[in-house]
């Protein structure tokens, strides 16, 4: 291979490599998140056993969503959680009984999909695992304690909560850090959801209370 | 000289083929996203754009290929009046290129075809409250083993739907649906045409899947296939019956994915199996696994014969739009009079 060839697929593929690269900073305005489209339908029955069938409500999560979270509260949704996601309202026969969202944290083993439910004050109602790969989820999902903890509290109440100074776990949670870890990080995800779910879906929650009014 | 002849001719391969069709393909795709953000306006629309470029490198004929695509992934779910979602519609189109592929699937009509492919597409109606009974009309996978739950349509990585069933796509109908306890089920009755509709209306397949999931990460399926189908590129038919058992359970970062089937082509016995292993980091970005795959056959009045493949592969996704993916496959050991093979392959999809 003479050094002539050498020199011109160097220098080609820089000239390549930019252009790609320049694209690639152009092109998160029309990007979506790659996720699995997976619909949580057991869990909205678990979360709501008295629902029969359920409503989906698509919406693009964007950067100004990301800004309006982080203006209410000390941290916000992560880039990779931008783009395009789906809201669920659990019904019974027609009439609208609860909101199912999921999201996603960055657990110790992997991401762990939190589905969330919430009544139509955005207040929380109760919370399962979609998907963790951790022995905290299974104690923290069962804790009665925890759940009581969360339960009928919003966005701003649950983050007066963890933002308290002096915070205290209950006791069969006080002594097992692992379990506390976890524990923040649902009470966060807990609150972000709320807050995207209030800014993102505003319009189609007020016209599903307000036909339900 | 510190390039070799050999690594700079792969070098130059992979550099011609990658690196421009994925400029050719993010600038006109993003151009033509441009004026189609009508998209976005229809209700409870989910879409994206899927390229990938993919090279294959044989490592002992010292072979090289590619098979590159640009498609769209759609997503729709339909809702009733009443509100409740009635229907949902998945549709991925893709425009496929083979360059250079010796060992083409039969679908495609030589080494360098262009065609385009439905791989997906499909309409999932609800039948019943609860999620209990739903109808599947179209384009969907065979409801069998792994590739169930784990789709890896157009990855390096893939489970043993396509070396032991033929194929994983057929034309049909399925009745599916989920259970409280964590069961699911589908029972799919599809034409046995596999990726093209075909004009041969007297291939079937009847095949079906239960499964349990157990926690919130594993799962165990149990699955059953028959198909009366036509060979690749003869006009002989067969008659293939599968019964296989697969699962999934994960302990920390590791992940353990297993499959086994036993079954028949006419007279001839067969028994696969695949076991994987992988491990990934928190964020869930990097990902590196290992595969062992056998296949064992029995002709009538034989012995049994046996291949033995391994593969090591790695995937990192450093965004929600990139994926970049490598995978070096080795056959252990390979049938009787058949050479043992060994091929690298790498794959670059963006997906926006």
Redesign the interface.
Known sequence: ?KRT??MT?LS??SV??C??FL??W???A?????C??R?P??NI??LFPE????????H?ITSGTQQQVKNKVSFSIH??E???H?LY?A?NK?T?IGIVHSRSE??????IEIVWALDFNLNIVDFT?????ERA??ELELSLVFRELIKGKSAQELSALIEQENFSFPPDMADNEEIKVLAKLIIRSAIKTALVTEISWHDQLQS?KGAGD | MLLSYRSLKLFKYFYSHFFALLLILNTTSLLAFESASWLEDIDNLRFAIDMSARGQYNINSNHLSNIDSLGLDLHKVFTLSDGRDIATLVFQGYLTKLVNVEKYPSFYKDKDDLKFICRICNINFSLLDRGALNIRIGHFETPFGLEYNLDTNGTLRQYSNGRDLGGKLDWGMAFNGKASWGGGYELAFSRGSGVDWSDNYSTYIISGRVEKTFGYSSFLGFSTFYGYLTMPNTKNYIDRTRIGLDGNTQVGPLAVLGEFSIGKDDDTELINSLFEMNIQNNTEKLLGYFQFKTTSHQFINESWDTMLQSSLGVRYTPDRNWVLSGQWTYDIKAYELVKRASSLGIQVRYRF
């Open positions: 291979m060839s050498i697929i080609k593929s390549f490599l252009l790609v694209n690639m152009t092109a998160p029309y990007s979506i998140a790659y699995a489209l619909d339908v057991v029955y678990k629902a029969t069938s359920y409503r989906s409500i698509v693009k880039n990779n931008l783009g395009q789906t309202i019904m027609k609208p960055v657990g110790l083993w992997g991401l695992f979609q998907r963790c790969r989820c299974k599903i």
